[in-house]
C-alpha cells in the first residue's frame, strides 16, 4: 500500500541545441518517514541539431534521512514504486511536459531517448532547460 509520497523537483539541465549542453542545479522537498529522494536530471555534452539525446537519471538518489544510507535510482531492484517526469523548458515555448513514467514503467523512465530537431521536443536550436520531477510512492524500501 502506498503510505506516502516523496517527491523532488530535479535538477534543471540546460540543453543548448545546435550544441546542445546542460548544468544543472537541484531542489529539495519535504519528506515522510525515514526516505528522501534527490533528483538529478544530469550533465550532457554538446548535441547537434538533429541528432538523438539520451536523459540519465542514475545519479538521482533515494536516501535515508536518519543514517545516511543511499542508493543510487538505478542500484535499486525495482523501480514500481516511483514516478519520473521529464520537462524542458525553452524561453520562446514556456515549460512544456516530455513524458512520464510510473509504476512498473518507471524503469523506462531512467534513460529516455529522445530526437531533436523539427517536429521533435527540440524543433529549433536555442538553449533549452531539463527538469526532472522524481517521486518515490512509499516509505520503507
Known sequence: MITSYISKIGK????????LCMSTTSAHATYYGDWDVYSDAGTY?????????????????????????????????????????W?????????????SYVGSEAVNGVT???ATGSGTFFPVQ???????????EADSY
Do not use: W
Open 126 to 136: 536555442s538553449t533549452y532547460y531539463i527538469g526532472l520531477y522524481l517521486i518515490a
Open 87 to 99: 520537462y524542458q523548458y525553452e524561453p520562446s515555448m514556456g515549460v512544456r511536459h516530455m513524458a
Open 45 to 85: 555534452a554538446p548535441v547537434a541539431y538533429g541528432d538523438d539525446i539520451q536523459f540519465n537519471a542514475c545519479s538521482s538518489t533515494l536516501f535515508n534521512v536518519n543514517n545516511s544510507t543511499s542508493y543510487s535510482i538505478c542500484d535499486l531492484p525495482s523501480l514500481d514504486k516511483f514516478r519520473l517526469f
Open 112 to 114: 529516455p531517448l529522445f
Open 12 to 19: 534543471i539541465a540546460s540543453v543548448a541545441i545546435a550544441s
